[in-house]
């Protein structure tokens, strides 16, 4: 049981390049997230999913685009990289918000850190 | 801006003794759990508390929630240098299926 798990691990790209990050966990969780963690910003929720062939948007979704086309996984894709996005990602996912339980306790991955020169 | 903020940003303190750290939020919510970020790595969670629930323990943890006064404090006792990382609390708000984390306290325990 892997967990959650992030591709790659680290990645330095240059200005107006595209990537795509990978995220896959193997708990069978309903929902899914992508998050940046810059310094003294905490973490801010760029994208999520509620299950698959959904996604939503979060609080900073700009210049990020994902898709959920399985279950197990969840892709972020940067289409011309800016140096604004630099930052490191972290996948997460959850069993969801059921009926009545409301936790959406979430388990995360090892990150992504991202250099956009 | 962030749901939830901790307080101190940075603490300092002796292996055993007690930790503790705040958390103020701004609008009602369901549940406000505490996750545990050891340096270089992904969040772990450590504790959940309801909105109808005033305190909980796990191990050495203890959480408290006043939600008269929309804060949460987290007790670590007799603190150990494992227990160095960064602390965040997250909100999970009413009929919202997203956490909200806030800017994390950074621990550290020194021998």
């Known amino acids: 049981n892997a967990g959650v798990t992030q591709t790659p691990k680290f990645r330095v790209l240059k200005t107006g390049q595209s990537m795509t990050l990978l995220c896959a966990q193997d708990m069978n969780h309903e929902y899914m997230y992508w998050y940046r963690q810059d310094p003294g910003m905490g973490l801010r929720l760029i994208h999520y999913s509620v299950g698959e062939g959904t996604t939503a948007k979060g609080e900073v979704p700009d210049g990020y685009n994902v898709s959920r086309l399985k279950k197990q996984n969840f892709l972020l894709g940067l289409e011309s990289a800016a140096p604004s996005q630099t930052s490191v990602y972290f996948c997460?996912?959850?069993?969801?918000?059921?009926?009545?339980?409301?936790?959406?306790?979430?388990?995360f991955g090892p990150g992504t850190r991202l250099t956009v020169l | 801006s962030q749901q939830g903020e901790e307080d101190p940003q940075a603490l300092s303190i002796q292996e055993g003794e007690n930790a503790t750290m705040n958390c103020s939020y701004k609008t009602s919510i369901n549940n406000l759990q505490w996750y545990r970020q050891n340096s270089g790595r992904g969040l772990v969670h450590l504790i959940l508390?309801?909105?109808?629930?005033r305190e909980k323990h796990s191990g050495r943890l203890r959480v408290t929630l006043d939600t008269s006064k929309k804060s949460s404090s987290l007790l670590i006792t007799a603190s150990r240098a494992a227990d160095t990382a960064s602390y965040f609390c997250a909100t999970l708000t009413g009929g919202g299926n997203k956490l909200t984390f806030g800017t994390g306290t950074q621990l550290k325990v020194e021998l």
């Open positions: 508390i309801r909105s109808n629930e």
């Open positions: 997460a996912s959850s069993f969801g918000v059921r009926g009545g339980g409301f936790t959406d306790t979430q388990y």
